[in-house]
């Protein structure tokens, strides 16, 4: 089956460390993204990538980093720089950037 | 920066009722799509409705979309309890193909 694969589902990170969130995508995409939701609220676009070797900052992506390797993998990571980690993270892809999106089934990231 | 706005924040009806959701954007835009949530999952793509289109289909799904007055509507007829989720809107605006997603309608469909 095709579909995004993100983990994983639940993650803690203690002040000060690095953390890296995987999401790999079998439905030969080009286009990848992140979004971070908060309780009861949307989401909001920190990375997106339109293809390999290439990605672009959206609205919050201080403190967070990417890479776009492989087409298939877009793995983010939540850097200490990042004050106020803890969300819910998403990743999603879609054919490009004028399609609509098909979604992993997101990573918990909560604080220690 | 959000661009769509949904109205109602959250919505609870009966089985079997209709239910009707807006969203309200700012610019111009190509398309504006609607996707479901259902709670601690990812989003799920319903339907698109491109700037040239005033009404989309989609089983039980029908959207509308009024360019002029920048506003969109999301109705789900005789609903089921298994329709409460979230449900986004979200915009796709002419210059950068850049997709906004609204804050959501909660949806509380009672068996």
């Known amino acids: 089956d095709g579909g995004i694969t993100q983990s994983p589902k639940y993650l803690f990170r203690k002040e000060g460390q690095n953390v890296t969130l995987s999401c790999e995508q079998n439905?030969?995409?080009?286009?990848m993204y992140w979004y971070r939701q908060d309780p009861g609220q949307g989401l909001r676009l920190i990375y997106y990538s339109q293809i390999v070797n290439d990605f672009q900052k959206g609205d919050i992506a201080e403190g967070y980093s990417v890479s776009r390797e492989k087409k298939e993998s877009f793995p983010l990571t939540v850097t200490s720089a990042q004050k106020n980690p803890t969300a819910f993270y998403l990743c999603a892809s879609s054919i490009d950037l004028a399609q609509p999106q098909h979604f992993g089934d997101g990573t918990r990231l909560s604080i220690l | 920066s959000q661009q769509g706005e949904e109205d109602p924040q959250a919505l609870s009806i009966q089985e079997g009722e209709n239910a009707t959701m807006n969203c309200s954007y700012k610019t111009s835009i190509n398309n504006l799509q609607w996707y479901r949530q259902n709670s601690g999952r990812g989003l799920v793509h319903l339907i698109l409705i491109r700037s040239n289109e005033r009404e989309k289909h989609s089983g039980r799904l029908r959207v509308t979309l009024d360019t002029s007055k920048k506003s969109s509507s999301l109705l789900i007829t005789a609903s089921r309890a298994a329709d409460t989720a979230s449900y986004f809107c979200a915009t796709q605006d002419t210059g950068g193909f850049k997709t906004i997603f609204g804050a959501g309608t909660r949806l509380f469909v009672k068996a």
């Open positions: 439905l030969n995409h080009d286009a």
